[in-house]
Structures are given as C-alpha cells and as structure tokens.
C-alpha cells in the first residue's frame, strides 16, 4: 500500500462507509451522491490494489485494510478537528458562523425568538442550527454549541446550566376545563395518555409512564403536544411548552422526578472564541428571562 496515493478526500470517503455501513449512508453523510461514493471507492480499491469492503446484501463491511485505513482516517480526522478548534480559539472577532444543535421541541419553544433577536444584535455571525433529538459530535465539529436537556453533561464539555425545565401533565382545555385540578395521582392510570415512543429516546419519561396506558405513542415531543391539543388524550409536557399554548390547560403540579436541566455545551476548544461566548452569554440570558 503506497500511503502516498492517499488523499485526505479518499480517507474521507473509507470512513463515511465504515461508520455507515452502506454507499448510501456515506453518501448521505458526505452530502454527494450514491453514485460518486460507488465509483470513488473503485478508484480507491484500484489504486491500493486491494479489497477495503465486502459487500453483501445487508451492506458493506471493511476487511482488515479497509479496517486499517478506516482507523487511520478516524486519527487524522481527529488531528484535523482538533487542530481547527485551536485556530477557532484564536479569533477574538463577532464574525464567522456557528453551527449550534438543539431538539426540535427546544427551538419551537424557547430557542427560534431568542436567536432571531441574536441575528438582529450581531448581523455578522451566522447561525447553522442543526434540529435533532440524535446527539451531534462537539468533538468531530457537527456542531460548535449543542443547546441539550441533561442531568448529566458529557465531561469532555464545558458549559453552563441555563435553567431547570419542569414537565407537568396537560390535556386540551376545551375537555377539561370544569375538571377537578389538579388531577388525582389514584387516577392517572384510568385516564386515556398520548405517550413517547421509545425512539423519542427519553427514559426518564418511558418509566414514569410504565404504569400508564398509552395507546397512542409518538416519537416527537411537538407531536405529542398536537395529538393532545386536538383532543387525543392527555400527556406530559414540558412547561415551557404546555403553559404557551392556550387550547391546553394544566392538569398536574410539576412532576418533581421529571424536572431535568437545560444545558449550553461547547468544546473546551472554543472556550475563548468571541462568538461562542456571546452567543452563550445572550442565550442563556434570554432563556433564564422567558
């Protein structure tokens, strides 16, 4: 193997495989097309005269060269990453973008007015923001700032809490409002529950509803807010969320062993960079005033 024919780009394109398992995984990754992917690792392959994949019907799995070359990218990567947080750490000026990750229930209610008003103080930093409830890498540079509910922050970051977010329980207020408030805990387990399901990936809430029955299950916190506002069922909810939408009413008292922190996280890296830490400072002022 002549480790002089290898470019930066090929390696790129060993790893999006190996970490995929698949063309069309590495080519959603890398952001090209299915094709391209195919006929860059040919041109790989050919020029290293050996195999790096076997294919199969279940996908592609590196042989040892290509397990070899996969981990070599995977330092290199990490040398490249490393090495442009540095230069990042360096930039003492409110200009540049910031690529910032947040759940989809955060940004619709708290975040989306917050960072408007941010754009409007500093016009000359843009925002990139990545909306997933899927943990982005701080660390491989798919994100400067993750926006995250937590109790317990990766301790390769560096951050601050912002506030504590309660959850109650809520259902539409049109059915409920003559109800007797706040709900009875003897009868949560009768009523009729909108609940998480397991891709919602929030274990906190899956067990505090073991013994409810929910027969309608959704994997978006926003979803189960709109199932509950056109009558579905009832269904806890954050209070940022529930308490901003009129056709809802509260139906519980926060359930203290749901209440969970909102944390900024950022690379010890990028500590210093001037736009990081504005951002943070006005986000995390603006979240602690909502």
């Known amino acids: 193997?002549?480790?002089?024919?290898?470019?930066?780009?090929?390696?790129?394109?060993?790893?999006?495989?190996?970490?995929?398992?698949?063309?069309?995984g590495a080519s959603r990754k890398l952001l090209i097309?299915?094709?391209?992917?195919?006929?860059?690792?040919?041109?790989?392959?050919?020029?290293?005269?050996?195999?790096?994949?076997?294919?199969?019907?279940?996908?592609?799995?590196?042989?040892?060269?290509?397990?070899?070359?996969?981990?070599?990218?995977?330092r290199v990567q990490s040398e490249i990453?490393?090495?442009?947080?540095?230069?990042?750490?360096?930039?003492?000026?409110?200009?540049?973008?910031?690529?910032?990750?947040?759940?989809?229930?955060?940004?619709?209610?708290?975040?989306?007015?917050?960072?408007?008003?941010?754009?409007?103080c500093y016009p000359d930093i843009q925002l990139e923001v990545v909306i997933s409830n899927q943990l982005q890498s701080l660390s491989r540079r798919e994100a400067d700032i993750a926006i995250r509910p937590t109790l317990k922050p990766p301790e390769t970051l560096i951050?601050?809490?912002?506030?504590?977010?309660?959850?109650?329980?809520?259902?539409?207020?049109?059915?409920?409002?003559n109800a007797a408030l706040p709900l009875k805990p003897s009868s949560l387990a009768l009523e009729n529950w909108v609940g998480p399901d397991v891709h919602l990936g929030d274990a906190m809430l899956e067990k505090w509803m073991m013994d409810k029955s929910a027969a309608y299950r959704l994997d978006s916190m926003l979803g189960m807010k709109a199932a509950v506002c056109h009558g579905a069922g009832i269904?806890?909810?954050?209070?940022?969320?529930?308490?901003?939408?009129?056709?809802?009413?509260?139906?519980?008292?926060?359930?203290?062993?749901l209440t969970t922190q909102l944390w900024?996280?950022?690379?010890?890296?990028?500590?210093h960079v001037a736009r990081v830490r504005a951002f943070m400072d006005r986000i995390t002022e603006g979240v602690r005033k909502a």
């Open 159 to 177: 951050g601050r809490k912002a506030i504590d977010i309660t959850q109650a329980i809520y259902g539409q207020r049109a059915i409920w409002l």
């Open 264 to 271: 900024m996280l950022t690379h010890p890296d990028l500590r």
């Open 33 to 74: 097309s299915h094709a391209t992917v195919f006929r860059r690792l040919s041109e790989i392959e050919h020029k290293l005269g050996v195999t790096l994949f076997e294919r199969s019907r279940t996908g592609y799995t590196p042989t040892p060269a290509g397990d070899d070359l996969a981990a070599s990218a995977k």
């Open 235 to 257: 269904a806890v909810l954050p209070c940022y969320l529930g308490d901003a939408d009129d056709t809802l009413i509260r139906l519980s008292d926060p359930i203290e062993e």
């Open 1 to 24: 193997m002549n480790e002089q024919q290898i470019r930066w780009d090929d390696l790129k394109i060993v790893l999006s495989i190996a970490d995929e398992g698949s063309l069309s």
């Open 81 to 120: 990453n490393a090495v442009e947080r540095r230069v990042m750490g360096h930039n003492a000026a409110l200009t540049g973008s910031l690529r910032i990750t947040t759940t989809d229930t955060l940004f619709a209610g708290l975040l989306s007015p917050l960072m408007a008003s941010f754009r409007q």
